[in-house]
């Protein structure tokens, strides 16, 4: 019997046991193996890199690195809640606070850090934080009121992590940095400058080259007093400064620990104590502590060969730790940062590249040898898209090519490869996924032997992807490119109807003008059609001719067919548009007289709008002949349409809004409105940072700046969610519109049938980078043709109910019966709260 | 073998003998490739009108798999040449040739035969003996 035991239940302690069960095929009770590791946290290990997710909606849960149940699976021996006080390295035996004595063979410290509180007076008073633990940001939420002030003591990497947190809890930030500038450790002075800026705009305030001297808490909440004499009055302090390896178990059992702190470790991570070994933050190598994931995570690799090749009575591993690049890229609160290599060159020759664009926010630095051949770091600020090929530059020595300033002057239309050419040309040995070693030849192995097509596939079989995401755009890169190297480019034909894709049919139907679904298939499809083209095809009409969908209502799905949406029980629902979500009592009484005369269950949507249920096919009629009368018009709910436009009350009434919002929105909707498109379309305008309105989560989405707008694409709900990406910021409202004409241009005419936004830019080839070429700097001419079909589609707009309402015949098909005017029999309705609901199925 | 096969033959055959045709409305009054549904004492039909091949289906109003009056407002089609209709709710299709599921579940609609005589269109529906 050998037993294990490692101290620490964080990410990199927990690393160790997914590595060593890695290299143990035969799992651990058959070798007679007893892991325990002990935590002193209450709960098992989580993703402290993610931790500003909590304020995002993220539940601890979902932060957990492993699934419930998994330790006990593994055979492994999981406490939680239990300190370790005390190691007897004589008797090789750990004891915890409760009594409990472990006996080891191997011990593995993996104890972090804390965070690093500076020593001034006051930092114990209520309303004083680190940021550091989920404990830490429960105690945060509990504490901050929205709309409040928060100072972040610290402006490097954590403490603008910490800043993040803080915006997203809806309070105000001011950052309070010791140093001259922000990131000293990565960014270079005009690096920051940028930096600080952007953040600035985005609301941030910034402090530099502030010596906190003690915090003073008063009746209007807390003061920092600095020593410059200058004060800063605040409602909470965070501090996120810095780390403090917590080394004092190490200290107290006699292990070698360094003047500032750190357990000192040789290159097999070995403490003076050869049976106890380091990992973390908490070790102490050649003078450094790794505050970064992806070091810890290549220790604890390193630990787990050596103590399997033990267990398995293997030779000694020769796994060492050499020291880790400190390269890193991050979004801080929305702004992308990276440095790599040696960012500074401050002790080697170099010459240096520079491209600093103030108006659009972008700085990047690279550092090449004297003779122009080779990159040995840099900084980006603001894009840093190009990231993961600059870093496997430096790690590789890739040579350059030869105009290197091709790489940080952002491409032309026409100009330079396109995205993901770059991956291409990397050896097979290039480390892709850091946080977990895995090399592009790992990866394109995996996608031709698993024969895998997907990125979730990759994460599972490689586990690229799974530690800090950041390579995930190469991982994207490399299935493209493997996939066109099998000769896997599947052309994705309508169906069977269409040998065509929805884009190329789109093209056919614009240039030869066809206008009904007969003419369109007698010409380029066979047989009568089907549920999935006829759709397709009559929304390519719409978006082409923008004619009356009801005068073909045959080859609509069934919402299409009676402009409203079935509900169980066959019957429908009906929404009228809501511009903004601005609407008046007296609009409010019609809605509800309407609601009330027909007997119709009302709720209220998530896009801001009334929604009326149980209406019956032959209702639909007269009721929206009393809306129209009032003035309302269709939603389009029914329809793969512009839905919404949903809005936060903007800088009309709300005390924080720098925008008018509401305004905007119902501008963009009423432009917007019966665009048929080949999926729905959500959008949403908020009047500042705050983002009520959730305009991120939307195909695309407005986000006031003091400035103008920013303009986001490409996000949604559903059932995968994801955050749109900003294409263009700080743009006038005129702009902003010419911006969006174009965007939505390009999606409608080349997306699937029933493919999002956000799915049609994760397939776009070339991506945002592609899409910002497209829509801003008008890379294919097209730009021009765009807005002047999207205006022929705004100035043809037509209420569809009111045309139906006003015409007898299309009124007619509105019934449930051809042979009689009897209504369904077979409808019921049960009671529930106060209204009706259809009866269950 | 013969025997016994004649015999279920002649089983089936017995309730087609007795079909009455329910007059459903003028063609006038289904949209081209089109449909529409029939109440017939209780009972609701599902008519289409597949004018491109100018041949005419019926079926139950009924979709089995959610048990939804819906059919008549499903989505016309084809697949492999054979006729189909997509039920609104979920997207089942079913074969107005033979009423059997096309994704190949155990669901099944029951098809009508129909007819067209001077401009009316005509549903036959099989009433039991003595009725």
Redesign the interface.
Known sequence: MKNIVVVGNGMVGHKFNEKLLAKLPDGLANLGVCLTVIGEEPRPAYDRVHLSDFFNGATAQDLELAPPGWHAQQGIRLLTGECVTEIDRAARTVRTHTGRALPYDFLILATGSAAFIPPVPGMEHPGVFAYRTIEDLEAMTAHAKPGQRAAVIGGGLLGLEAAKAVLDLGLQASVVEFAPRLMPRQLDQAGANLLKAKLESLGIQILLGKNTRCVEAGPGGLTLQFTDEQALEVDMVVVSAGIRPRDELARQAGLATGGRGGIVVNDHLQTSDPQVWAIGECALHQQMIYGLVAPGYDMADAVAAQVAAALLGQPPSDRVFTGFDMSTKLKLVGVDVASFGDPFCEQTPHDVLLWEDRRRGVYKRLNLTPDGKYLLGGILVGEAESYNLLLQMVKNRMALPPHPEDLVVPPRAGAGPEAGAGVAGLPDGALVCSCEGVSKGDICQAIDKESLTDIPGIKKCTKAGTGCGGCVPMLNDLLTLSLKKQGKAVKRVLC??FNYTRQELYDLVRINGESTF?QVINRYGT?????V???AVASILASVHNELVAKQ???Q???D??LAN?Q???TYSVVPRVPGGEITAQQLIVIGQVAQQFDLYCKITGGQRIDLFGARVEQLPLIWEQLIAAGFESGHAYGKALRTVKSCVGSTWCRYGVQDSVGFAIEVENRYKGLRAPHKLKSAVSGCVRECAEAQSKDFGIIATDKGWNLYVGGNGGAKPQHAHLLAADLDKATCLRYIDRFLMYYIKTAGPLVRTATWLNNLEGGMDHLREVVVNDSLGLAAQFEQEMQQIVDTYHCEWREVVEAPHLRA?FR?????P?T????AFVPERGQKRPQA? | MAMNEKSTFDGLKAPQAQLTWVKAAPVSAFAENGSGCVLHEGEQIAVFNFTDTGRWFACQNLCPHKQQMGLWRGLLGDQGGEPKVACPFHKRTFSLETGRNLQGEDLCVKTYPVKVENGMVYVGIETSEGQ
Not at chain 1, 824 to 827: A, E, G, Q, R
């Open positions: 069977e109807h007969r047989g009568c059609g089907c549920e083209c006829k759709p209502s045959v080859i799905d069934t919402n067919r009676f079935i169980k029980g066959g098909e449930s019966f051809i042979n009689t009897e369904d029999p077979t409808v199925w």
